[in-house]
């Protein structure tokens, strides 16, 4: 039955990791985002995130987004520093315009969220860990 389904992979959406200054604790925290690169709005957006490695499993988070205008970003999630030494995983669902449901993995690897990794993302006008 799953493979009369045919679900295409999500292009022009990506899961960045931004480390920003967050004012009411004086830090800096790493925060999950979901940039919408399309030209078009991507709608009810379903973000599920987990951490793991061959030991430990984190619980799965399920994030839903609602509408992700185009050339826009939103944040999921606050990554706590003890993650960073886990694998990330973002799996991200969405309806096109075109009433089709897309998917996409995205996985951080363990250690690769760091501020050597970063790079400078234009849509959200800070540095940040891509992953495309």
């Known amino acids: 039955m799953k493979k009369d389904f045919e679900i295409p992979v999500a292009k ?3 899961v960045a990791i931004v480390r920003e200054w967050n004012e009411e604790f004086q830090c800096h925290d790493w925060n999950a985002y979901l940039i919408n690169n ?5 709608e009810m957006v379903f973000v599920t995130t987990k951490g793991f490695d061959n030991k430990v ?13 185009s050339k826009s970003s939103v944040k999921i999630e606050l990554i706590q520093e003890d993650l960073l030494k886990l694998n990330n995983e973002f799996f991200v669902t969405f309806f096109g315009l075109d009433g089709v449901l897309y998917e996409r993995r995205f996985l951080f690897r363990k250690n690769t969220i760091n501020e050597k990794a970063t790079q400078e ?5 800070s540095r940040g860990v891509l992953c495309n």
């Open 38 to 42: 399309k030209d078009t709005a991507i």
């Open 12 to 14: 022009e959406v990506i």
């Open 121 to 125: 993302i234009p849509l959200l006008k």
């Open 57 to 69: 499993k984190t619980s799965v988070m399920r994030h839903g987004l609602g509408t992700v205008q």
